[in-house]
């Protein structure tokens, strides 16, 4: 049984890379296993540091800054793992130049087990989330489990860019490097650390449509509100990521014949 | 762009109209037509003319229209010197490399051992590496478990197997490969270059296993450009020069003009010219083979014989030896005959060795006429019987105790 | 005699390295990635190098052979001056270049021309220098057109030839080569002997390790053999390698024998009929022997007991050889139709007038059948010699073959 090219075989070697991964990653080091989970949460600490203590936001109209964090956080959670997927998959074929270049597998696997790998900070994320909603007085509730879909789409979204990323980097080394400066920019201009509301007018019709917004709505709304996000925007979100992927996989498929020219 | 090699699939990549003899390609294992693998050069040179579809691209043509047959049980040797696209032609046929043109059809699993295959996380302990490629080639947890051990004893590394990949020596590192990439069993092999590895002791122990996974039916192919590792495990090879098979037979011929070795002219002494291409006897009979020379010179010619079978794995083993004595030293014709009571060799081909030579300075034997493997030009020796395991039979004489005869 | 390099006394001692505990609370966890639980180790102590002391002069050509592990490494590094000995000195008077791994100073991304180039600048050689003499180390890399490919497309006998054209044009006073030759083709080993040569009668010193013992000989005027981290053998190529080859043989032999001396078996189906034992003999000598002599008359006896008779039995005997070759398989039914009426203590004898086995070590087993079922089996081992080796090779048989020769008539000819 084929879907989209890969069998049963192909998922149990991505399966094994994504161990393989997770294993090099986290246990490679003494600190691996314990920075997996002290970064995200430290970057969070900071965050948490600065926007509560130091700028004293708030959210329009609320009271506490506790508030305004767990909103920064649910969406910055999401974001750790987008830019940790990202990273790792667009690595994922020129840093396993031993692996391609002796098993004969397809190399698409790579960058996808590269994207799942940005699974650890999200659960380390949505754990200290969690927490925070527990302390500030809200209870667990099933409505939480509707980020599954978001959380689901978002990979595949991510995933299909991964790829584009993988294969360009073969040829052009530098975009791995570039990377985390384009990821700084994204960050700094999606409604991630600032509501949309606080955007220009003129941008918000715009930004609305943007990826990463409608992935922090997604687990904005559930984690939040109690909400289901809004039909249209997961309706959105489903098409974009088919999109993404289908593209990524097509446009990393037809440049993988040309890869042993450059790894 | 063919599939992985994955288990038990047979994979096509068929050219429209290759269809012609399909019925000898069933009973092949490995098997390639007109394959060509042509590597995209592009330094100096962007990539995107040549994938939006413009450009003619410059390419590196590393193997040229080769056509290969591995029939089951056989290895087949490919020689060839540094750089003629052995590895290359062995990756493609492996499925690491996509072929740029033709067809390769494998009949399972392969067991692949790339030169310089140990690629990967040195960080890494040799018990991590062997259970991370174990289970990247679809092994399940409790046959790791089991093969871990083995491979830790055929690598002889000791408590160095527990310890990081950096902290080994070259000779440690192919040591462990090899030890990891031989531990399935399976029945297809793709070897490259890697029995000449390590010191003697080690080499004679990757043999062994070799030839218990060849006593278990294994076939495949082996590329080197070590000519004496091909006579040992090969009947049939081929040479490789610059991507295209110049070259193929059987491999003591094909390593004889490799190697360019001179063939004794026959000037003194040879061989009649209606000497017999086959010998035939029967097993257990009395046999006498009738040998004609001519001999041209007043000199003492002398004449030795050997019957040799081919045994995979370890080369050819002589069976049967006459040593070399004096049989004529006056011109003319003669018959030489050769008388073997009871023959004792089973039912099956053997290869007939003739040498004529004569004295030469501090003892030595220089050749004249030489009908032997060595030069490709062996006799066939067919002996006809009822079939037996055992390659040669003793004549035993049976008695029994009980009767005192 | 002005010795360049001076080994006295060196040992070298490694610790090696102990396996980290993991941390108790992520066990479960990682059992699912699959990381395997260690104990943690104690430190351990290996002698690298114990006690080496020997000295090198101008213009020898060095070779080390020894097993795995037995410091030869160690010895290049430190001669090399990349690790220091624990105790002892090691002097070297000269410029050292060492090619210790195969590969580790080519870029790979640059082709194998530029690496010449960039080799010989880190050598402190003009680009001028270089210029005059690339041509000739293109020619003697003899990589073809692959010169101008990135390295990284090289196999590995590719690289050992570009790394040692830099090495030769670099001319060192001192060239430490540590295994890298065994991966270069016969024509390539020609050319680098006859390199090492040259830069040899030139004064210099070339010292390398390596496994291919046939290159040893042909391109070293002396051979120093390690084991365990001592030096035990230390002259002419040719003897020491000579000595090398025979003990790995011998223990391989012994090794192998006792593997194969342990396969025999014993087995009865149930105790009614057994063979008691099986054993081999002369007619030089009376009673058992575990050497026969090639070419005597011998002969093989099966001892069977047998409580009562269970209709007709067959008795299988097959010899096979030490390395596996199986040189005959007999059956008694062949001759003399069924072994019937057993009862008691029988004895059934294979003789052999003259034996024909070459010398070797040999297994003989007995397999009483009934009805094509196996229901005892019993073997013995035995050794062959022979007074003296055959001119030619060893066959596996030593039969009695006549050789005549007459005249014949041309006439007979077609």
Known sequence: MQILGFDRADALRLLNFLKMGLRDRFLGSTLGLVWAIVNPLLMMGIFTFVFAFVFRSRLPGAETSLSFVIWLISGYGPWLAISDSLATSTGAVTGNSGLVKNLAFKTELLPIAGSLMGLVPLAVSTCYLVALLVLSGTRPSLSWLAILPVLVLQFVFITGIGLCLAAVNVFVRDTAMVLPNVLMILLFSSPIFYPLSEFPKVLQGVLQFHPFQVIAEGYRQPLLHRAWPAPWSLAYLAVLSAMAFLGGLVFFRKLKGYFDARI | MPGSSGAGRLLTTAVPGAARGEETMARSVVECRDLSKTFVLLDGQSIWPVILGGDSVKGFPAVRDVTLQVRQGEFLGVLGRNGAGKSTLLRTLGGVYAPTSGTVRVAGPLSAIYELGMAGNELLTGHDFASRWLALHGTGRRQVDRLLSEIAEFAELGEYFDNPIYTYSAGMKARLFFSVATSLPGQIYLIDEVLSVGDEHFQTKCWRRLRERLAAGASGILATHDWTAVLKLCREACVLERGRIVDRGSSPAVVQRYLGLPQPRGDAAAFAAHLPSVYCALAEEDTTLSIPIDVKVASPVWFACSVESFRQGIGWSHLLQVEPRPIASTPGLYEVEVTIPTLPLSPGEYSLNLFLSERGAEQTLVPLDVRSWTYGNDLAFAVAGKPRESVSILPLRWRDGRTQS | ?414
């Not at chain 3, 020894?66 to 001669?79: D, I, M, R, V, W």
């Not at chain 3, 291919?212 to 040719?238: K, T, Y």
């Open chain 3, 1 to 414: 005699m002005s010795y360049r390099i001076r080994v006295e006394g060196v040992t070298k001692r490694y610790e090696l390295t102990t396996s980290r505990p993991l941390p108790r609370a992520a066990r479960p966890l990682l059992r699912l990635l699959g990381v395997r639980h260690q104990a943690a180790r104690g430190v351990d102590h290996k002698m690298a190098l114990d006690g080496v002391s020997f000295s090198v002069t101008e213009g020898e050509r060095v070779g080390i052979i020894g097993e795995n592990g037995a410091g030869k490494s160690t010895l290049l590094h430190l001669l090399a001056g990349v690790a220091a000995p624990t105790g002892g000195s090691v002097e070297v008077d000269g410029r050292v270049h060492a090619a210790l791994t195969l590969g580790l100073a080519l870029r790979e991304d640059l082709t194998g021309r530029e690496n010449l180039y960039l080799d010989a600048e880190v050598q402190g050689r003009t680009r001028a220098e270089t210029d005059a003499v690339i041509d000739r180390m293109t020619a003697f890399a003899d990589l073809g057109d692959f010169i101008v490919q990135p390295v990284r497309t090289y196999s590995s006998g590719m690289k050992a030839r570009l790394a040692f054209t830099s090495l030769v044009f670099v001319e060192p006073e001192i060239l430490l080569i540590d295994e890298m030759l065994s991966v270069g083709d016969y024509w390539f080993s020609q050319k680098a002997t006859h390199a090492v040569r040259e830069l040899c009668s030139k004064g210099r010193i070339v010292m390398l390790v390596s496994h291919n013992l046939e290159s040893m000989v042909s391109m070293c005027s002396r051979c120093l053999w390690l084991d365990g981290g001592r030096l035990v053998a230390d002259g002419d190529p040719a003897e020491v390698t000579a000595a090398y080859r025979e003990r790995v043989r011998q223990r391989d032999e012994a090794e192998t024998a006792a593997k194969f001396s342990a396969l025999g078996q014993d087995w009865a189906l149930d105790g009614a009929v057994r063979i008691k034992r099986v054993t081999v003999g002369s007619s030089r000598r009376p009673g058992p022997a575990s050497v026969l002599s090639v070419g005597e008359e011998a002969w093989i006896s099966v001892e069977l007991s047998a409580d009562r008779s269970r209709g007709d039995h067959d008795l299988r005997l097959w010899i096979e050889r030490l390395d596996g070759l199986r040189v005959t398989e007999n059956r008694w039914s062949e001759s003399c139709g069924a072994l019937s009426s057993l009862a008691g203590r029988v004895e059934v004898v294979a003789e052999m007038a003259p034996m024909i086995l070459g010398p070797g070590l040999y297994r003989v087993q007995a397999e009483l059948l009934n009805a094509e079922t196996t229901v005892a089996t019993a073997g013995a081992m035995f050794k062959v010699v022979a007074e003296r080796n055959l001119v030619g090779g060893q066959p596996a048989l030593w039969a009695p073959i006549e050789v005549s020769c007459r005249p014949r008539i041309a006439a007979a000819e077609r």
